[in-house]
């Protein structure tokens, strides 16, 4: 069974800083994982996907995120915070093999303090 | 390219009405999904159609929802009677076959 666990539920940083949004999962397959981000009251926009080719993946906007097969982690990562990044940021793993069915995690709630 | 379109954007019913929510998936695009999110939470898979066909239904709760898909194209999402439970955004999306999904704006109900 797959499963995906987004470790902060709310994140904090200052404009300028560093972004590190936290995901781990769990997959019998060969995964793939994405990176989802919703401003409030907007749909869910991709930001990256992974699958099986290069383990870093590079995304919109200036995210990243690197596949971790040892750690069953696959973290988001942004080297500087703008104010427009304040949204809810979901981790989706799904499977190559069945229906290609998302599963999300909880979600992360990401603050930019000026 | 034209996005996933879902009306109505906002519903509020008292419960024990009906209610029904359209989308039209990008063209082209042979899967269609309809997920619940509540609020606080993570988006929730109700129901997955392929062209016409429903490939899974399995957390749909089938004695108040329905939803069809008809000429694999547009599909509507009915709950007969709404329940309190039933308040949340509800998200349409498309893709291609085994491809990332892409999700419309949702339309957030509220049952009174």
């Known amino acids: 069974a797959q499963s995906v666990t987004q470790l902060d539920s709310h994140v904090s940083v200052s404009e300028g800083t560093p972004v590190l949004l936290r995901c781990n999962y769990s997959?019998?397959?060969?995964?793939?994982l994405f990176w989802y981000v919703q401003h409030p009251n907007k749909g869910l926009q991709l930001l990256l996907k992974?699958?099986?080719?290069?383990?870093l993946v590079k995304g919109i906007n200036g995210f990243e995120a690197e596949f971790k097969k040892s750690e069953t982690s696959f973290h988001l990562t942004k080297p500087s915070a703008h104010m427009s990044d304040a949204a809810e940021y979901f981790c989706?793993?799904?499977?190559?093999?069945?229906?290609?069915?998302?599963?999300f995690g909880t979600g992360t709630r990401l603050k930019v303090l000026a | 390219e034209a996005g996933v379109a879902q009306s109505p954007r906002y519903k509020i019913i008292e419960k024990r009405q009906s209610v029904a929510f359209w989308c039209n998936p990008i063209?082209?695009?042979?899967?269609l999904y309809w997920y619940q999110q509540i609020l606080g939470q993570g988006p929730k898979l109700l129901i997955q159609f392929q062209n016409n066909g429903v490939v899974d239904d399995s957390q749909l709760p089938k004695d108040r929802f329905s939803a069809e898909r008809l000429k694999g194209v547009d599909s509507t999402l009915k709950i007969q009677p709404a329940k309190l439970e039933d308040s949340a955004v509800y998200l349409c999306?498309?893709?291609?076959?085994?491809?990332?999904?892409?999700f419309g704006p949702g339309t957030r109900l509220t049952v009174t």
């Open positions: 989706v793993v799904s499977d190559l093999e069945g229906t290609y069915k998302y599963i």
């Open positions: 997959s019998s397959y060969s995964p793939s």
């Open positions: 063209s082209g695009h042979a899967t």
């Open positions: 992974y699958t099986s080719a290069a383990t």
């Open positions: 999306a498309s893709s291609l076959v085994r491809d990332e999904q892409y």
